[in-house]
């Protein structure tokens, strides 16, 4: 078991990725969340694995992607609008396998978006590696992203979805 504030080595991340990678396609939810708190390494790792998958995986920052076409919309428009928005997004990339960093606009309250779900849904289609801001129990099964009286706290007791935690 790795201790507190020591971070794995990327090499080690970058092995599970590659060995959970082809269990994907038998899963109904095509989805890996890389679980840790900011700073933790994640966007080094997914940056890191897209640059090895010579092309084969993208790397999207979904922050920027997904702002830019909020934007013109109103208030109103955007909750009706974001998941159709999510999904013309991936779809612009037609590889099998996205690794998606920077996910935080998925909780902003004004989308009324469950994010975990949103995820889920939109790997139906392809395969997402999702860099996921926030904690995950293994004893427990719990994935959290910020705290409890945060207006965008989030708590998945079991989430059907596969974790690797940085």
Not at 18 to 42: D, E, F, M
């Amino acid at each position: 078991m790795q201790s507190r504030g020591k971070m794995p080595s990327i090499t080690t991340k970058l092995d599970q990725l590659n060995n959970l990678l082809p269990t994907l396609p038998q899963q109904y939810h095509r989805l890996i969340l890389v679980v840790g708190r900011h700073g933790a390494g994640k966007t080094r790792l997914l940056k890191e694995f897209s640059r090895r998958a010579d092309g084969t995986i993208p790397y999207l920052n979904l922050n920027l992607a997904l702002s830019q076409r909020l934007l013109d919309l109103t208030g109103r428009e955007r909750p009706l609008r974001a998941r159709r928005l999510l999904a013309e997004i991936l779809d612009e990339h037609p590889q099998e396998t996205l690794a998606l960093d920077n996910i935080e606009l998925l909780f902003e309250p004004t989308l009324h978006q469950d994010p975990l779900l949103l995820l889920q849904g939109l790997s139906r289609n392809k395969s997402l590696i999702a860099a996921w801001p926030g904690t995950y129990d293994a004893a427990s099964q719990v994935l959290t992203y910020a705290e409890p009286r945060h207006p965008e706290y989030r708590r998945y007791q079991r989430p059907e979805v596969t974790v690797v935690r940085m």
